[in-house]
């Protein structure tokens, strides 16, 4: 028979003891092992833990049974001064019949480890904040990397370099490789263009303020930042009717588009400007100027020859018609 048999038939027989063999202080009783009562205070448990302690001391008590008696003692003690594992105890006291989730509880506090919350959270911002800084820096360099393999952007780049002085014309007195000098060149161009290169969106450059826990650290000073910036403008815009300047003009726009700041940014001068020449920021304008894109984006792919054959090709053969065609 199993051992949970076993115990299952020692409960029927002696009772169903609470007092189970490799559980908390065995088939003793941990309170009686310190001699305290069930209602014991902490302080009652440690002074009677550090009294039966010294009296049975390895290197005082010479009986045979002194270091078991000592262990027990230490044992009982360390289940009963945690007020989480002396509730478990209490628990199995109290309900000798649930031997599973008595098994549970005990291996639970048994097994998992003690880790503070606090530390849990801290590294896992942590991890998130690095995760976070090296993907913006891999999106960064896959810009700039794209950027210096584009011909023009190169061209313009070394002509800038070797107006600044930066790369010599006179390479055969070089007496450097020419793997060494072509390293060298693009050092030189990658900064020129990171230097110069306007770009902006989810390829920007990025901040160490960007990441997460420095986010956590600003975020009350972005809080009263926001609360400051929306009663100024109830106030100036609610209740004195002032007209909008070119941010607020700029700020209505980015919110009648849905777009976050970034992705506003990312826009050209050009798209920005049609946005402030129909006086976009007043709702209906948008709302007027959208469909007229919208049309004129249509008409766009009407014409395109490309999308002309992808619509017949959906029409004929698109995935909601049925055919016998291989």
Same mark, same amino acid.
């Given at each position: 028979?199993?051992?949970?048999?076993?115990?299952?038939?020692?409960?029927?027989?002696?009772?169903?003891?609470?007092?189970?063999?490799?559980?908390?202080?065995?088939?003793?009783?941990?309170?009686?092992?310190?001699?305290?009562?069930?209602?014991?205070?902490?302080?009652?448990?440690?002074?009677?833990?550090?009294?039966?302690?010294?009296?049975?001391?390895?290197?005082?008590?010479?009986?045979?049974?002194?270091?078991?008696?000592?262990?027990?003692?230490?044992?009982?003690?360390?289940?009963?001064?945690?007020?989480?594992?002396?509730?478990?105890?209490?628990?199995?006291?109290?309900?000798?019949?649930?031997?599973?989730?008595?098994?549970?509880?005990?291996?639970?506090?048994?097994?998992?480890?003690?880790?503070?919350?606090?530390?849990?959270?801290?590294?896992?911002?942590?991890?998130?904040?690095?995760?976070?800084?090296?993907?913006?820096?891999?999106?960064?360099?896959?810009?700039?990397?794209?950027?210096?393999?584009?011909?023009?952007?190169?061209?313009?780049?070394?002509?800038?370099?070797?107006?600044?002085?930066?790369?010599?014309?006179?390479?055969?007195?070089?007496?450097?490789?020419?793997? $060494?000098? /072509?390293?060298?060149? !693009?050092?030189?161009?990658? =900064?020129?263009?990171?230097?110069?290169?306007?770009?902006? #969106? &989810?390829?920007?450059?990025?901040?160490?303020?960007?990441?997460?826990?420095?986010?956590?650290?600003?975020?009350?000073?972005?809080?009263?930042?926001?609360?400051?910036?929306?009663?100024?403008?109830?106030?100036?815009?609610?209740?004195?009717?002032?007209?909008?300047?070119?941010?607020?003009?700029?700020?209505?726009?980015?919110?009648?588009?849905?777009?976050?700041?970034?992705?506003?940014?990312?826009?050209?001068?050009?798209?920005?400007?049609?946005?402030?020449?129909?006086?976009?920021?007043?709702?209906?304008?948008?709302?007027?100027?959208?469909?007229?894109?919208?049309?004129? $984006?249509? /008409?766009?792919?009407? !014409?395109?020859?490309?999308? =002309?054959?992808?619509?017949?090709?959906?029409?004929?053969? #698109? &995935?909601?018609?049925?055919?016998?065609?291989?």
């Amino acid at each position: 028979m199993g051992p949970i048999v076993v115990l299952l038939a020692l409960c029927s027989i002696r009772g169903c003891e609470a007092l189970i063999e490799g559980l908390y202080c065995g088939k003793e009783n941990c309170y009686d092992v310190l001699n305290v009562s069930r209602d014991a205070t902490k302080g009652e448990i440690s002074k009677s833990y550090r009294r039966l302690a010294r009296l049975y001391h390895p290197d005082k008590y010479k009986g045979k049974d002194g270091e078991k008696k000592f262990i027990s003692i230490s044992n009982a003690y360390e289940i009963l001064k945690e007020d989480d594992s002396r509730q478990d105890y209490d628990y199995m006291l109290d309900n000798p019949d649930e031997l599973y989730r008595n098994y549970y509880r005990y291996y639970r506090r048994k097994v998992v480890p003690k880790v503070d919350p606090k530390i849990v959270v801290a590294v896992t911002i942590s991890v998130i904040s690095l995760i976070q800084y090296y993907v913006w820096w891999a999106r960064y360099n896959e810009a700039i990397n794209s950027i210096m393999m584009v011909p023009k952007y190169r061209l313009k780049a070394m002509e800038m370099a070797t107006s600044q002085g930066l790369i010599s014309k006179q390479k055969k007195k070089d007496k450097r490789s020419k793997d $060494e000098i /072509k390293e060298e060149e !693009n050092e030189i161009l990658r =900064k020129i263009v990171e230097e110069n290169a306007d770009i902006r #969106g &989810v390829y920007c450059k990025p901040l160490i303020t960007d990441v997460l826990w420095i986010q956590i650290f600003i975020f009350p000073y972005y809080i009263f930042n926001y609360i400051v910036w929306y009663l100024r403008w109830i106030w100036k815009f609610n209740i004195k009717r002032e007209e909008y300047g070119d941010d607020e003009k700029q700020y209505l726009i980015r919110k009648h588009l849905r777009v976050s700041q970034g992705q506003f940014d990312a826009l050209t001068d050009e798209q920005k400007q049609v946005y402030i020449d129909r006086e976009a920021w007043v709702f209906q304008n948008f709302k007027e100027l959208k469909e007229e894109l919208m049309e004129e $984006e249509r /008409k766009k792919l009407a !014409n395109n020859s490309k999308y =002309k054959m992808y619509r017949r090709f959906m029409k004929n053969k #698109g &995935v909601s018609r049925m055919t016998f065609e291989d």
